[in-house]
């Protein structure tokens, strides 16, 4: 089992920064990609950014040239930098973790991007 904890989100001027983490726990063998999905009120989830074992990384469209992730193995920890913020970046975004078997959920942290 994983267990995944997010953290750094909140309120936000839009054109700011944030950078969200998330901290794993447990067995982390197996596990191929990390990475961070969105979900805005009466949307879908969709997913923002991924990286993989081999730090190969994949980002949404709408997030390209503003959004970084990365990863510190020592540890356990994915981060998400946001910059250049925009209202339509407001959601809960979603930390994962994917095994070949199974994903990986955090619980959700509230990104709000608002003057």
């Known amino acids: 089992q994983v267990q995944l904890v997010e953290s750094g989100g909140g309120l936000v001027q839009p054109g700011g920064s944030l950078r969200l983490s998330c901290q794993a726990s447990?067995?982390?063998?197996?596990?191929?990609?990390r990475g961070w999905y969105r979900q805005a009120p009466g949307n879908q989830r969709e997913l923002v950014a991924v990286?993989?074992?081999?730090?190969?990384?994949t980002y949404a469209e709408s997030v390209k040239g503003r959004f970084t992730i990365s990863r510190d193995n020592a540890k356990n920890t994915v981060y998400l930098q946001m910059n250049s913020l925009k209202p339509e970046d407001t959601a809960v975004y979603y930390c994962?973790?994917?095994?070949?078997?199974?994903?990986?959920w955090g619980q959700g942290t509230q990104v709000t991007v608002s003057s």
């Open positions: 447990g067995t982390m063998f197996g596990i191929y990609a």
């Open positions: 990286i993989t074992s081999g730090d190969s990384t």
């Open positions: 994962y973790a994917q095994h070949p078997s199974k994903a990986y």
